[in-house]
């Protein structure tokens, strides 16, 4: 959607490295999702962030809401081939709890 | 430990045909939700259902119909279906407030020849 940008499309790092995902949306946003999907699977729920300003952590993948509630980024440190997999957000862009998604950013690890 | 179980996983169709992709979830959701993933697209939404008894309209409902049969299962049937819709179906389910994510099943992969 134009509404909800994902950069970058795709990302190859050496098993180790850190790096960072950003989504970015056209409106306001009343709630932003981060999910994770595995090649030929569903999408599994990593984290979910509501006010500007908030940070949430889970192992080594951290997520961010900027102050304006427009911008996210999730960083993943030490990155391991258990990564790979496509990440996507998903905004809602007008508390009716539908969502639109980014879309998406393939990751590849190499060991 | 079943969630959003979708069937079927994989299906072949011919032009014209039609079926209908079923969804349940086991986790007294309110709200339902079809979408389908096609590459270098995200996920659109097809069709939403905010609690029992409702539904509407996503960002590309032509050419599907839904059905909400009670508060556990989410049909999508296509009548007539189009090699346009080749794609990943995906149904998911949410408590319907907000804050609260949406729960994903694995898919269904339908091809269209």
């Known amino acids: 959607s134009q509404e909800l940008e994902q950069s970058p499309q795709s990302l190859i790092v050496q098993e180790g490295k850190n790096l960072t995902i950003n989504c970015t949306s056209s409106k306001t946003l009343y709630g932003l999702y981060w999910y994770k999907q595995k090649y030929g699977e569903g999408l599994i729920f990593l984290m979910m962030l509501q006010k500007g300003g908030e940070e949430k952590s889970h192992e080594k993948i951290t997520a961010k809401l900027d102050e304006k509630k427009q911008q996210s980024s999730l960083h993943i440190t030490a990155s391991q081939p258990s990564h790979a997999g496509i990440y996507l957000c998903?905004?809602?862009?007008?508390?009716?709890?539908?969502?639109?998604f980014g879309s998406g950013t393939r990751l590849l690890v190499r060991p | 430990n079943a969630g959003v179980t979708q069937t079927p996983k994989f299906q072949v169709l011919k032009t014209g045909q039609s079926m209908t992709l079923q969804c349940a979830q086991d986790m007294n959701h309110n709200s339902m939700y079809w979408y389908r993933q096609d590459p270098g697209m995200g996920l659109r939404l097809i069709y939403y259902?905010?609690?029992?008894?409702?539904?509407d309209k996503g960002e590309v409902p032509n050419g599907y119909n839904v059905s909400r049969l009670n508060k556990r299962e989410f049909s999508l049937r296509l009548e007539s279906a189009a090699p346009s819709q080749t794609s990943v179906y995906f149904c998911?389910?949410?408590?319907?407030?907000?804050?609260?994510?949406?729960?994903f099943g694995d898919g269904t992969r339908l091809s269209i020849l």
């Open positions: 998903g905004a809602d862009q007008d508390s009716s709890y539908k969502l639109i």
């Open positions: 259902s905010a609690s029992e008894g409702t539904t």
């Open positions: 998911a389910s949410s408590a319907g407030t907000l804050g609260q994510p949406q729960h």
